[in-house]
């Protein structure tokens, strides 16, 4: 199953979160041992798995992007045992490098842009209030039904009138190291590769791939 793993000592406790679905509350809840089973009706939406540094020693704290696949093994062995489905490989985290194409004013908004954003495979129509998007920049692309660093989830929706598929990010938003607590998208160097997933992408880069 596709799904999105937290874990934030200092805020939730020793407790590893899969979220499935964040988008609904749960019905019912069950127990067995360390997991917690969070349906809504017979649907499973959620897990939690408590006491996880007693299994895995985790520094993570927050949202995890790109968990190894040992971890994942481990997780699943978890599930399995509490006969529960297992979770798919997660080797994508939701947010590509995209160039903006066009950069148009929102029709009906003094701020708002209208933006095509080529993301490799296809283009998107995202409307973007930053005050740095302009036309030929690449940037940061959350795609539709991304999980964000807050929890919540990015789908696709109508900002006064006009869809907007996606969201360009600023760098606080991607919970950057030193990340400038002021409005703006992150501006990527020219020769960043559209498409790449911008999370593997910066950690070739920081070890020099």
Avoid: W
Avoid at 17 to 42: C, G, S
Avoid at 107 to 130: E, F, M, Y
Avoid at 168 to 173: A, Y
């Amino acid at each position: 199953m596709k799904a999105h793993l937290f874990y934030n000592f200092h805020t939730i406790g020793d407790v590893l979160m899969i979220v499935i679905d964040a988008k609904v509350k749960p019905t019912r809840v069950e127990k067995k041992e360390n997991v917690v089973a969070l349906y809504q009706e017979d649907r499973l939406i959620g897990v939690n798995i408590l006491s996880f540094s007693e299994i895995v020693k985790m520094k993570s704290t927050g949202l995890i992007l790109l968990p190894p696949k040992q971890l994942i093994d481990v997780i699943n062995h978890i599930l399995r045992n509490a006969q529960l489905e297992t979770l798919d490989a997660i080797d994508e985290s939701g947010f590509k490098i995209g160039k903006v194409l066009s950069c148009e004013e929102h029709p009906d908004s003094d701020h708002l842009h209208v933006c095509k954003v080529d993301v490799g495979d296809k283009v998107l129509d995202i409307v973007c209030g930053a005050p740095n998007v302009v036309e030929g920049m690449k940037t940061v692309v959350a795609m539709p039904g991304t999980m964000m660093f807050d929890g919540s989830e990015i789908v696709p929706s109508e900002l006064r009138g006009v869809a907007s598929s996606g969201m360009l990010c600023s760098p606080r938003e991607l919970h950057l190291e030193n990340a400038p607590q002021v409005r703006g998208l992150i501006v990527l160097d020219a020769n960043a590769p559209v498409g790449q997933d911008f999370f593997k992408y910066i950690g070739e880069t920081t070890h020099g791939n």
